[in-house]
């Protein structure tokens, strides 16, 4: 991309890689240079949490914020009830209001950590499409809003070609979601002035749809923008890890869990890594990046304190780091280090120690666990275990604990 930006956004956009496309380069730097432009981006509530694949279009809003304009949250009441098929190979399980309601109450908390919230030019406001969605007239949304949507060009965006080329069925539901959310544009440009809508690439024929239909109806000029739908270096989805997702509430991944999944960030990702999701100027991302043998490690560790900061807070940050430095340099085997993570139901008020070790894959049954205490060859935090008979409570997980078997063989044990 040769295009020079004169606005701020677009210039930080640019140049620390958050974005994919834009449907009007000129149009929208001008719009930026202007004055305050307010932007969106929508987060439907199928889960309880967003995952760190949620991340990189929070910090699009914070830097948005950061450069002087005003971001609007617009959380998917409405159209969670359809689903996004968008390059998804099936169609998503339908959810009840009251799951909605409760997903949305889950997903709020975490924004307040990245911009604020409040009255100003620049504030960020926290809308719900539901409030417009859920009242609509059938038949009066078919006649005004459904005229101006060609089925033939719907077809062939490429979230949809690509579910019907591989001959998967497409239910008319989901075929709605795009005019639903082309909808939620104009009326958050009728309602708010919006000018701009932002999401991962995935959503740009959605984007497009958006600003046609408000150029038709309004006869206003909004703007799209999109960023990269990120896989690691390995060509993994971002958000998940080997445990499953990594959720952005604390209560359903700690932040212990959390600065691990960043502390453990492939070596050719850190410097794109630092310029998405932590504030550290550019530069200082290049040369942490390009760091190489045992010294990538301590960037990666800036890269998890930078990252858990943002969302957690500093304490939690130097917490982990502490934790992680005294589980893996007492002993423990690096990044290899197996994990045990228990959900509070599964602790419930304890767990005896027998079973954590058989759990943890260290003795194969309790017998051989109990007989690797009296022999003096198991340890709880680097501490010779002697009572086979020690009940851990959830109190004592508040931070990981570390097992050991011997010297060689270790594991760390966490509350989800």
């Known amino acids: 991309m040769t295009y020079h ?12 890689g958050f974005l994919a496309d834009c449907t009007d380069y000129q149009g929208l730097d001008e719009a930026l240079s202007k004055g305050v432009v307010p932007a969106y981006i929508g987060f439907d509530a199928t889960a309880s949490s967003l995952h760190v694949g949620s991340l990189i279009q929070i910090m699009m809003l914070r830097w948005l914020q950061k450069t002087g304009h005003k971001p609007i949250v617009l959380m998917g009441g409405g159209t969670t009830k359809v689903g996004d098929p968008s390059f998804r190979a099936d169609e998503r399980p339908l959810l009840t209001s009251e799951q909605i309601e409760q997903n949305i109450e889950g997903i709020k908390s975490v924004f307040s950590h990245y911009v604020s919230f409040g009255d100003g030019p620049t504030d960020a406001m926290m809308k719900n499409n539901a409030e417009w969605l859920d009242g609509l007239n059938y038949l009066d949304f078919l006649r005004d809003v459904g005229r101006h949507f060609s089925v033939n060009r719907m077809l062939a965006f490429e979230s949809v070609k690509s579910r019907l080329d591989r001959e998967q069925s497409l239910s008319f539901l989901e075929f709605n979601y795009m005019i639903l959310q082309a909808y939620d544009f104009m009326e958050l440009h009728r309602r708010y002035g919006c000018l701009l809508q ?5 959503q740009w ?10 150029r038709r109806i309004l006869d206003g000029q909004i703007f799209g923008l999109t960023s990269p739908l990120l896989t690691t270096s390995d060509g993994k989805k971002m958000g998940k890890s080997q445990d499953g997702a ?3 509430n604390g209560d359903l991944l700690s932040p212990y869990q959390f600065w691990q999944f960043w502390r453990n960030t492939t070596d050719a990702d850190v410097g794109r890594f630092l310029k998405l999701y932590t504030e550290l100027p550019v530069d200082e991302c290049d ?6 043998g045992a010294e990538i490690n301590e960037a990666k560790i800036t890269l998890a304190n930078e990252v858990t900061t943002l969302l957690h807070g500093r304490d939690a940050a130097i917490a982990a780091e502490a934790t992680s430095r005294e589980v893996f340099e007492k002993g423990g085997t690096g990044d290899d ?3 045990l993570a228990l959900s509070a139901d599964e602790l419930g008020e ?7 070790i058989v759990r943890s894959g260290l003795a194969g049954s309790g017998k051989e666990a109990k007989r690797l205490i009296s022999e003096n060859g198991a340890k ?8 086979a008979g020690l009940f851990i409570t959830p109190d004592q997980l508040a931070q990981p604990i570390k097992l050991s078997a011997g010297k060689k063989r270790h594991a760390l044990v966490t509350l989800t």
Do not use: C, Y
Not at 5 to 16: G, I, N, T
Not at 198 to 202: A, L, R, T, V, Y
Not at 350 to 356: A, D, K, P, R, T
């Open 287 to 292: 040369r942490l990046g390009a760091l190489e």
């Open 198 to 202: 932002m999401g991962g690439s995935d």
């Open 350 to 356: 304890g767990i005896s120690i027998v079973q954590l």
């Open 205 to 214: 024929g959605n984007i497009v749809n958006g600003i046609d239909l408000t």
């Open 337 to 339: 280090l197996p994990t």
């Open 246 to 248: 990594v959720w952005l």
């Open 5 to 16: 930006a004169k606005s701020e956004f677009l210039s930080v956009m640019m140049e620390r």
């Open 380 to 387: 709880l935090n680097d501490e010779a275990l002697t009572d």
